[in-house]
């Protein structure tokens, strides 16, 4: 199978910035889709921006013009580039990714990390 580990996390006050890491590991074959995902305490965990293996991206309604997806396809990396950090960004960061491994040629899987913790103060 895959893993994603993500890094990068951490505590920023309201305007400030980070930069999340998501490695993929593994027998990986290709990675399709990659995206970050976010779970507030309480909450459902919602879509914050996703890129395909072409680079097309989308972004959630909340974070457009604020976050910006990117991929190194060659080290099997996405990133998240976060401006504007709003207190209401506080939640755990997960990273997505479907692909396929050399154990299953024909089959794509979806694929989660641990997540990483981003906690924004006032």
């Known amino acids: 199978q895959v893993q994603l580990v993500e890094s990068g996390g951490g505590l920023v006050k309201s305007g400030g910035s980070l930069r999340l890491s998501c490695a993929a590991s593994g027998s990986i074959l290709s990675l399709n889709a990659m995206g970050w995902y976010r779970q507030a305490p309480g909450k459902g965990r919602e879509l914050v921006a996703t890129?395909?293996?072409?680079?097309?991206?989308n972004y959630a309604d909340s974070v457009k013009g604020r976050f910006t997806i990117s991929r190194d396809n060659a080290k099997n990396t996405v990133y998240l580039q976060m401006n504007s950090l709003k207190p209401e960004d506080t939640a755990v960061y997960y990273c997505?990714?479907?692909?396929?491994?050399?154990?299953?040629?024909?089959?794509?899987?979806?694929?989660w990390g641990q997540g990483t913790q981003v906690t924004v103060s006032s």
């Open positions: 997505n990714a479907n692909g396929r491994t050399y154990y299953s040629l024909t089959t794509s899987s979806f694929y």
């Open positions: 890129i395909t293996s072409g680079g097309s991206t």
